[in-house]
């Protein structure tokens, strides 16, 4: 089973500032299949990135992914206030796991 | 626009079953580029995946190895649903259960249930 460690697990930003989210896999992520998740309390999880770099519909480009292998990251470019909440990454190359969410919260 | 609509009993006792539906619209439980997914989020678990249903020509069903022997996932074509049947319940299985629909046999996941809290408790 592929395991992936997401970084840090806490990250207390401004609104205006970037956000670097790290998600790291235990071996190769097949074809890049990786994905971020965003999540607000109460809600279900929203899918931002696919493909490890592919915006799904609807998300702003602020949200961006980069990596392959075992190393990926979502870059949120300016945060906005709505932006604060927890993301996932989950990868679908080898069966299905996810990573344990890095909280974004208001410094 | 798809929709994934969830229900089905909010708490659940030790040993007995966890049976959860999924009604789905503005897609096809058939659908021929679709899967069709349970998954849960504990605190103690994080988000896991539990399995997932699909048509190719025919059905079939994929389970994680964690709850492979007690799970069974079904659809119902006459309603446009799938169920989550989840037997012998412990309270480490109390979690939230989302229906999610996955891009392709195994993709990402672009719609959700709106989640279900189960408790598994006497």
């Known amino acids: 089973e592929i395991v992936l460690t997401q970084s840090p697990g806490t990250l207390s930003l401004s609104p205006g500032e970037r956000a670097t989210l790290s998600c790291r896999a235990s071996q190769s992520v097949s074809t890049n299949y990786l994905a971020w998740y965003q999540q607000k309390p109460g809600q279900s999880p929203r899918l931002l990135i696919y493909g490890a770099s592919s915006r799904a519909t609807g998300i702003p480009d602020r949200f961006s992914g980069s990596g392959s292998g075992t190393d990926f990251t979502l870059t949120i470019s300016r945060l906005e206030p709505e932006d604060f909440a927890v993301y996932f990454c989950?990868?679908?190359?080898?069966?299905?796991?996810f990573g344990q969410g890095t909280k974004v919260e208001i410094k | 626009q798809v929709q994934l609509q969830q229900s089905g009993p909010g708490l659940v006792k030790p040993s007995q079953t966890l049976s959860l539906t999924c009604a789905i619209s503005?897609?096809?439980?058939?659908?021929?580029?679709?899967?069709w997914n349970w998954i849960r989020q504990s605190p103690s678990r994080g988000l896991e995946w539990l399995g997932r249903t699909y048509y190719r020509s025919k059905w079939y069903n994929d389970y994680a190895v964690s709850v492979k022997s007690r799970i069974i996932i079904n659809p119902d074509t006459s309603k446009n649903q799938f169920s989550l049947q989840l037997n012998s319940v412990t309270p480490e299985d109390t979690a939230i259960y989302y229906c999610?629909?996955?891009?392709?046999?195994?993709?990402?996941?672009?719609?959700w249930g709106q989640g279900t809290l189960v408790p598994v408790s006497s």
């Open positions: 999610a629909r996955g891009t392709y046999t195994t993709g990402w996941y672009d719609y």
């Open positions: 503005g897609d096809s439980v058939s659908s021929n580029s679709a899967a």
């Open positions: 989950h990868q679908y190359g080898s069966s299905q796991t």
